[in-house]
């Protein structure tokens, strides 16, 4: 892992409730978006050119981000450790370790802390910085998983669709998509959509070279 790399997958890891590969996966995505030159991904939303240098001429790719219309919740789709409930009073699971996350009237959320820090403290057993390390990690962990459920609650973020196509003199060459990204972590998602796009784009240069040879 190069020094950029490492040094944006640490700041991830730090800010993002994600496990290794997961980390790994934004931070290499991050650091080709500066190189693609993407920006915020409702500029996507109708299907955009991505500028791509050294592309050969009558080429092009074409990026779309739509809003994920699966209505999947964060902690049904991924591998985190707590789980949520919606309840209508907190006084039918009370003393259980539950923290309210959001109301909507006679709903509302309750994240299981308890059982989270539970799993958390497990998973960070093994680390070499000893126990009390180890179950600070966990905590801070956990509450990094709480104020991420949190904005999907109240609508800071949303999962998202993303498309790619790729086009070489007007015909139609590569479509690949893939939903389920994070609106504030797509970026990765994107990349590999794209390179997928690139590597497309060449390989049509190839097989159009063999028409007419046999």
Known sequence: MDKLLLKTYKEVRKEHSTNVRQSYLIAKGLIKTESFGLTNYYNYETGQEVELEGLPEG????????????????????????????????????GNGNVQLRSYGRENYYYNFAEALAKARKDFSGTKSGKSYADRL?????????????????????????????YRDGEEVYDEGCGMYESTDWEYGAVELIEGAERAIYASAYAGSTVGAL
């Open 59 to 94: 080429c092009s790719v074409v990026l779309r981000i739509e809003t994920e219309q699966w209505g999947e919740t964060p902690w049904g789709w991924c591998e985190g450790w707590g789980t949520v409930e919606p309840m209508q009073r907190y006084a039918e699971h009370a």
């Open 138 to 166: 966990a905590l801070e962990s956990v509450k990094r998983e709480i104020k991420h459920f949190e904005g999907f609650i109240n609508g800071d973020w949303h999962y998202v669709f993303i498309s790619v196509k790729a």
